[in-house]
Nanobody, 127 residues
Framework: QVQLQESGPGLVKASQTLSLTCTVS??????????WSWIRQPPGRGPEWIGH???????RYSPSLRSRTSISGDTSKNQFTLQLSFVTPEDTAYYYC???????????????????WGQGTQVTVSS
């Protein structure tokens, strides 16, 4: 059974860096053809794709967040991590990690488009 579990602080101060980790079990993050995404959903708004890490270790980011985003993987722990710098209250959202066997980013990034989807974690940015 494949499981994805997000972890990290639920409260971050403005201007600091948000760091979340997704721990994957049941499938390797290096499984051929798989892409591991971070997605967020602000209150009252639709889901927003942040970026992904490929099975080979390459990354791709949303143009609107690229300058503040870094996604990395730890194959020894089967985890991938999101870092979002210089956060503001606008970054307050429910954050999800997800996986799918395609590199094309679905629009919108609805959970039905992903094979694996974590439970999510609420992150609030205080001003």
């Amino acid at each position: 059974q494949v499981q994805l579990q997000e972890s990290g602080p639920g409260l971050v101060k403005a201007s600091q860096t948000l760091s979340l980790t997704c721990t994957v079990s049941g499938v390797s993050i290096t499984s051929l053809g798989y892409y591991w995404s971070w997605i967020r959903q602000p209150p009252g708004r639709g889901p927003e794709w942040i970026g992904h890490l490929s099975y080979g270790g390459s990354t791709r980011y949303s143009p609107s967040l690229r300058s503040r985003t870094s996604i990395s993987g730890d194959t020894s722990k089967n985890q991938f991590t999101l870092q979002l710098s210089f956060v503001t209250p606008e970054d307050t959202a429910y954050y999800y990690c997800a996986g799918r066997p395609q590199g094309i980013v679905p629009t919108p990034p609805d959970r039905r488009e992903f094979e694996y989807w974590g439970q999510g974690t609420q992150v609030t940015v205080s001003s």
